[in-house]
C-alpha cells in the first residue's frame, strides 16, 4: 500500500506566476485535501475534494483552484502568485468524507515565490 | 467558527523528562480531537486521537484524553526520548457540511537533549 506522494518536492516561481502542484492519495481514499503552511504556522485548510467535487473550502481567495481525477489523485493550481504564498503545500487523503476519518499527509510540496 | 490554542512553545526537555503540552479549542458539536507529529523536512503523521468526551488516545507512550468540560486536550507522555524532537500539532476534526476540513493549532516545537 503506497502513501501519499506529492510532486515536486521543491518549486521556485517568481510574483504573477501559475504553478500547479499534484497529489497522489493513498490507495483506495477517495477524499482529499489540501492545506497551506506557512513557516512556523499550523497547516490551514484550503479545501477538500469528494469524488472529483469540491466539498469544503477554507478562507482562500478563487485564484486557489483545484482538480480531483477518477483516480482520485488531485492538483492545486495557484494563480498570480504573491509573496506570501510562499509555503509548504501539504496534500491529505481520507477513506471516508467524516471529521473522524484519519488524514494521511504527503511530505508537503516547498513553494518560494520570489 | 472553530479554532485551536497550543502551548506556546519551544519546549526543551531532558531525557527521561515528563512531557505536557496544552491544547485547548472551540467548536461546535462534537469534534474529533488529533494530535500530529511532523519531523524536519517531513509532513505530518498522526499521533493519537478521540472521538468522543473521554475518550483516551495514545500512542509511543504519549497520551491525550478529550475533555469536553474544559475543552482540552492535553499531551502526556511520562518520559521522554531525543527521537521524541519534533514539532506537535494539535487538531480538531470539523463536522456536517465541513466534515473533513481540520483546523490545527501552530505547533509545539520540542527539543529534548541527552
Known amino acids: 500500500e503506497t502513501g501519499v506522494t506529492q510532486s515536486p518536492t521543491h518549486l521556485i516561481k517568481t510574483r504573477g506566476q501559475q504553478v500547479t502542484l499534484r497529489c497522489s492519495s493513498q490507495s483506495g481514499h477517495n477524499t482529499v485535501s489540501w492545506y497551506q503552511q506557512a513557516l512556523g504556522q499550523g497547516p490551514q485548510f484550503i479545501f477538500q475534494y469528494y469524488r472529483e467535487e469540491e466539498n469544503g473550502r477554507g478562507n482562500f481567495p478563487p485564484r486557489f483552484s483545484g482538480l480531483q481525477f477518477p483516480n482520485y489523485s488531485s492538483e492545486l493550481n495557484v494563480n498570480a502568485l504573491e509573496l506570501d504564498d510562499s509555503a509548504l503545500y501539504l496534500c491529505?487523503?481520507?477513506?471516508?468524507?467524516?471529521?473522524?476519518?484519519?488524514?494521511?499527509f504527503g511530505p508537503g510540496t516547498r513553494l518560494t515565490v520570489l | 467558527g472553530d479554532s485551536v490554542t497550543q502551548m506556546e512553545g519551544p519546549v526543551t526537555l531532558s531525557e527521561e523528562a515528563f512531557l505536557t503540552i496544552n491544547c485547548t479549542y472551540t467548536?461546535?458539536?462534537?469534534?474529533?480531537l488529533f494530535w500530529y507529529v511532523q519531523y524536519p523536512g517531513e509532513g505530518l503523521q498522526l499521533l493519537l486521537k478521540a472521538t468522543k468526551a473521554d475518550d483516551k488516545g495514545s500512542n509511543k507512550g504519549f497520551e491525550a484524553t478529550y475533555r469536553k468540560e474544559t475543552t482540552s486536550f492535553h499531551l502526556e507522555k511520562g518520559s521522554v526520548q531525543v527521537s521524541d524532537s519534533a514539532v506537535y500539532f494539535c487538531a480538531l476534526g470539523a463536522m456536517g457540511t465541513n466534515a473533513g476540513k481540520s483546523t490545527f493549532g501552530d505547533g509545539t516545537t520540542l527539543t529534548v537533549k541527552p
Open positions: 467548536a461546535t458539536g462534537y469534534p474529533s
Open positions: 491529505a487523503s481520507s477513506l471516508e468524507l467524516a471529521g473522524n476519518s484519519e488524514q494521511f
